[in-house]
């Protein structure tokens, strides 16, 4: 059974950073990407970053303040937030996509809460 469990949410001020993390387990399959979400409180859930084995991918809304890193031995993938603002605040899902089809795989989020 796979599982993905994210840490390092919290509370911040304006101006912060926080560090993400998210460990995926029971993963018996190639992995083709790994990424982080976020979903505001009435928004939809939207991409944050997104890494494979040739690129990586930004929202315009962070380029230049987050930075997507992943340890593929350890099927884990960071999100290193800077200069945080208040409209960062949201839950972050981690996101793992399988190979062979495409298939998405969630964890249950962790939340980011940016002060003004």
């Known amino acids: 059974q796979v599982q993905l469990v994210e840490s390092g949410g919290g509370l911040v001020q304006a101006g912060g950073s926080l560090r993400l993390s998210c460990t995926a387990s029971?993963?018996?399959?190639?992995?083709?990407?790994m990424g982080w979400y976020r979903q505001a409180p009435g928004k939809q859930r939207e991409l944050v970053a997104i890494?494979?084995?040739?690129?990586?991918n930004y929202a315009d809304s962070v380029k230049g303040r987050f930075t997507i890193s992943r340890d593929n031995t350890k099927n884990t993938v960071f999100l290193q937030m800077n200069s945080l603002k208040p409209e960062d605040t949201a839950v972050y899902y981690c996101?793992?996509?399988?190979?062979?089809?495409?298939?998405?795989?969630w964890g249950k989020g962790t939340l980011v809460t940016v002060s003004s």
């Open positions: 996101n793992v996509k399988r190979a062979y089809n495409g298939m998405d795989y």
């Open positions: 890494t494979n084995a040739d690129t990586t």
């Open positions: 029971g993963i018996m399959f190639r992995i083709s990407a």
